[in-house]
């Protein structure tokens, strides 16, 4: 009976995400123009009021010029890379100018679509069948109801700010990555012009306003920045912490409903993806001893991750999670 409980709030609860996609989903073209609108009165502000009083000019403005690069360049990758579908062939890493160098070690090793690494055992996926596409699926893939097909490591469908497909295997990292510069541009942005902001409001009697942007202009992308950093940056902080579990969106809800019905039967539920919080980070941004060299989270460079989507790294000696047993899992009917 408890089981069949925490099944009817899960369904309610997913109802009402449902409901609040659908929402954002119609707003979406709309959030776009704003965001467009917002970013470039933001970017024309900060040139014409703030980066002129920055102190040691070199440095700071070749660092506000990679954050403003790092946001506008994650964003374009989170919103035009497809997240990863089952039926896609394997992707080969490309060679441009735009993709990070992988290490020698690396780059020279045996790959069959699969980066097998030295200190982490990856092991194939189980495959099942998705009952909606009814083609062949690895674990962590979930069917978007919005797109209708099967996407790899299904993280959310993303309708705002204009992303405007699902998140998954191949775009999540740049999804997080826009987050992250996003909150530090906002907050460098808030930072760096509370003088001018109190004189735009008035503050010091001065008779003139010696910027060509108009101070309402200034004041609105100021207080907004401000907000955006702080509401961005509760979003972002909630998705590294999953990511540092190991775990996607949709993984953290069934997660918690397989611990509640394990520790019913007096188990504990042990998440198999879950190699150490360190780790866990490591292989989704692909770093690391074993991936690429940790300067590239700094640009907004295309990398690969590290698996294509049919294996995954597990914790030592699990294949599978602790704690669920055959029946337990949550399909994709109990999540819409
Ligand atoms: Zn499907
Ligand atoms: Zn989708």
């Known amino acids: 009976m408890p089981g069949a409980c925490a099944r009817t709030v899960f369904r309610c609860f997913r109802s009402l995400e449902r409901l609040g996609d659908r929402i954002t989903g119609a707003a979406g073209p709309f959030f776009v123009a704003l965001a467009v609108i917002l970013l470039s009165i933001g970017i024309v502000c900060f040139f014409d009021i703030e980066q002129?009083?920055?102190?040691?000019?070199?440095?700071t403005t070749s660092v506000c010029v990679l954050l403003a690069l790092n946001t506008l360049g994650h964003y374009f990758w989170a919103c035009t890379i497809p997240p990863g579908f089952v039926e896609d062939p394997p992707r080969q890493g490309g060679s441009g100018?735009?993709?990070a160098r992988k290490r020698?070690?690396?780059?020279?090793?045996a790959l069959t679509g699969v980066r097998w690494s030295e200190d982490v055992t990856v092991s194939k996926a189980s495959v099942g069948k998705c009952r909606k596409c009814l083609k062949p699926r690895p674990e962590r893939t979930h069917h978007?109801?919005?797109c209708n097909r099967c996407v790899l490591k299904y993280d959310h469908h993303c309708p705002v700010p204009g992303v405007n497909q699902c998140v998954g295997l191949h775009n999540e990292r740049h999804f997080?990555?826009?987050m992250a510069y996003l909150v530090i541009a906002s907050f460098c942005y808030v930072l760096f012009g509370w003088h001018q902001f109190l004189e735009a409001i008035g503050y010091y009697h001065q008779p003139t306003w010696p910027y060509r942007v108009p101070t309402l202009a200034f004041v609105l992308t100021y207080i907004l920045a401000g907000v955006l950093s702080l509401a961005v940056a509760v979003m972002c902080s909630w998705h590294v912490w999953s990511v540092a579990k190991g775990e996607t969106s949709v993984e953290a809800y069934d997660h918690e409903h397989y611990r509640k019905i394990a520790e019913g039967r007096g188990e504990t539920f042990v998440n198999s993806y879950d190699l150490g919080k360190r780790k866990n980070l490591e292989l989704f941004f692909n770093v690391g001893s074993d991936g690429y060299p940790f300067y590239t989270l700094l640009f907004p460079f295309r990398i690969d991750p590290y698996t294509d989507g049919w294996s995954w790294a597990r914790r030592e000696g699990y294949e599978r999670h602790r704690g669920v047993r055959e029946g337990d899992e949550l399909t994709d009917e109990e999540d819409s």
């Open 52 to 59: 002129p009083a920055l102190r040691w000019p070199w440095l």
């Open 176 to 178: 997080i990555l826009f």
């Open 144 to 146: 978007c109801r919005i």
């Open 97 to 99: 100018w735009m993709w």
């Open 104 to 109: 020698r070690a690396v780059r020279n090793r």
